[in-house]
């Protein structure tokens, strides 16, 4: 892959997760008004889909997948996909919970509600590690030696035949 | 003073030329006959006992009218000669003293080894004059006389005269010396710098330039995926050095804001209340990720955990930021109480629950604090680990771990 087509890519995916990290951060700050803060939870539940889309069609893009090798794919990248799904599962759990509580009145006090600091606490921790791991999956996709031939390939792909 | 330094040079000048005339005349015959003392001393050296020069003697005698073969072939080898040419002076007075010392048997054993075979039966030609000189003083006299003088005086000056002739420049411009300094032409004319000085610039010129060629263009897609970590991981230094300072200011601020009374204290506190949970977050965030990114939890090694249980390496810290992370997770909920102080006062109506809750949060906050400042230490101490950005300049491990993780199941 030419650097020229993967920068913007991982510009593209560095740039969703600041998005991710700034809404976590600052949508306490946010609530203003119920529409407001439920477009606000809705841009950040589509940028983590962006973010799963753009990881996905670099996957595609590389020779081991072409060579129809998707499992190795999938073992290597196996915890970062994992962890993202989780903490997608999370937020929208969160995100519809807080929504349906804070309708009314943003500024709500909601924090009695049983179960909610733990499942704040829990999907605010995991969002560090989708961040890591994403981050970290979108670094090691920049390895050229998924995206060209080589022997080892061939190997397994005779392997699987 | 420069009157009287001319003349001596004038007058040393003239017997240089003369002599160099003097020996251009000599020349051919002194070669010839140079050879003969060479050869004599190394001889005379050989056989410094008494005996084996009085059996030379009687075949020099006996082949006097082969002396021109063998004048011939020493023509062709004056190198040989000049190199012996010194040597000799020196063998020849050890020969007149007659010290059969330890050094100079040495030297002539060495020199025998050098010298070829064929020589052996020349040198006892030439042995003969010396040894007449020595020992049989009037014996061969007659036909020695002229090879005397040229055994005489080659001895100490004209071996030196010979030789630089034709070269005498060439000789001066040998002997003179390299400095150590260059002199280098400029527009005010030539400076003069230190050689060793020099080529230290140089190679740090070169050193630097070998270091701004790869930060340049960038080549590979992994190229520079290392690049933008690295710059994340600088920003993420600064970032750590300023939470943990964050995380100081605001423990003094909270203690110095707790000698008022609790209403007192939530109302000064409030309005800093929620932008200090988020920009806790947004901070113990970036730690805690910059700490990931540099001990590679996802990709641990056998000998790294041992490591890291065994506190060798930094890795404790992650486990500190995410505790301080949790920490301040969990009070969220009464910092959100504090920040809407103002406007539900009904939350804060109970005294007894205002107290134990801000004594509450006051502790996790301290605990909070605390645990960022100690998690910077640990990482300070151990700043220049980076286990993922060596991962991917490496990144050969993960065919080869492909391979066994495929090779298992097949």
């Not at chain 1, 892959?1 to 969703?16: D, G, H, K, N």
């Not at chain 1, 700034?22 to 700050?29: Q, R």
């Not at chain 2, 009218?65 to 063998?70: H, L, S």
């Not at chain 2, 006389?145 to 040998?174: A, F, N, R, W």
Request: with cysteine.
């Amino acid at each position: 892959m030419q650097v020229e087509r993967y920068r913007p890519i991982l510009y593209l995916q560095y740039f969703l997760l600041l998005i991710d990290i700034v809404m976590n951060s600052f949508i306490e700050m946010l609530r203003f008004e119920n529409v407001i803060l439920l477009v606000l939870f809705v841009i950040q539940d589509v940028c983590i889909i962006f973010a799963v889309i753009v990881v996905f069609l670099l996957f595609f893009n590389t020779y081991i997948f072409q060579a129809g090798l998707v499992n190795i794919l999938i073992n290597k990248f196996k915890v970062g996909i994992m962890v993202t799904f989780a903490y997608f599962g999370l937020n929208v759990g969160l995100h519809v919970w807080e929504m349906t509580l804070r309708w009314d009145e943003p500024n709500k006090y909601i924090w009695e509600t049983s179960g909610f600091i733990p499942l704040f606490v829990i999907q605010r921790t995991g969002a560090v590690l989708y961040y890591y791991f994403y981050k970290r999956t979108a670094l090691k996709l920049g390895d050229p030696r998924f995206y060209q031939d080589s022997v080892w390939i061939r190997k397994e792909f005779d392997k699987r035949r | 003073m420069a009157d009287n330094e001319n003349p001596p040079k004038k007058k040393k000048l003239p017997p240089v030329t003369q002599a160099s005339e003097e020996t251009d005349v000599q020349k051919r015959p002194v070669r010839k006959k140079k050879k003969k003392p060479t050869e004599a001393t190394e001889n005379g050296e050989t056989g410094s006992t008494a005996t084996t020069p009085k059996k030379k003697k009687a075949p020099v005698a006996t082949e006097d009218g082969d002396k021109p073969t063998p004048r011939k072939r020493k023509k062709r080898k004056p190198p040989e000669q000049a190199e012996d040419g010194q040597p000799t002076s020196a063998r020849s007075a050890a020969s007149q003293e007659e010290v059969g010392g330890s050094k100079t048997s040495l030297i002539s054993k060495d020199d025998k080894k050098t010298t070829p075979k064929k020589k052996v039966k020349k040198k006892v030609k030439k042995a003969s004059p010396r040894v007449g000189d020595e020992f049989m003083d009037a014996a061969f006299a007659a036909d020695l006389s002229t090879i005397q003088e040229d055994i005489v005086t080659p001895d100490g000056k004209k071996d030196e005269d010979v030789i630089p002739h034709p070269y005498s420049t060439e000789s001066i411009v040998l002997k003179s010396q390299p400095l150590d300094n260059l002199f280098i032409e400029t527009n005010s004319g030539f400076k003069r710098e230190n050689k060793t000085k020099l080529a230290r610039k140089w190679a740090e010129e070169e050193r630097f330039k070998q270091e701004d060629q790869p930060e340049g263009p960038v080549s590979s897609t992994i190229e520079f995926a290392i690049s933008t970590h690295n710059v994340f991981k600088t920003f993420c230094l600064f970032i750590h050095g300023l939470t943990a300072g964050i995380a100081m200011w605001h423990i003094t601020t909270v203690y110095v804001l707790l000698y008022h009374s609790d209403l007192d204290f939530l109302s000064h506190y409030r309005p800093l209340a929620l932008p200090v949970q988020c920009m806790f977050y947004i901070l113990l965030v970036l730690c805690t990720i910059s700490s990931c990114d540099r001990f590679d939890i996802a990709n641990p090694t056998r000998r790294f955990l041992l490591r890291s249980f065994t506190l060798q390496t930094g890795t404790v810290s992650i486990v500190i930021y995410f505790a301080a992370l949790i920490l301040s997770l969990s009070i969220a909920n009464i910092e959100d109480r504090m920040n809407l102080y103002n406007r539900y006062p009904d939350l804060w109506l109970d005294p007894g629950e205002t107290s134990s809750k801000i004594e509450l949060w006051t502790n996790i906050n301290t605990a909070r604090g605390c645990l960022i400042i100690l998690a910077w230490i640990v990482l300070s101490i151990t700043s220049t680990t980076d286990r993922l950005g060596q991962m991917l300049k490496e990144g050969d491990d993960f065919i080869i771990g492909d391979t066994v993780e495929l090779a298992n199941p097949a």
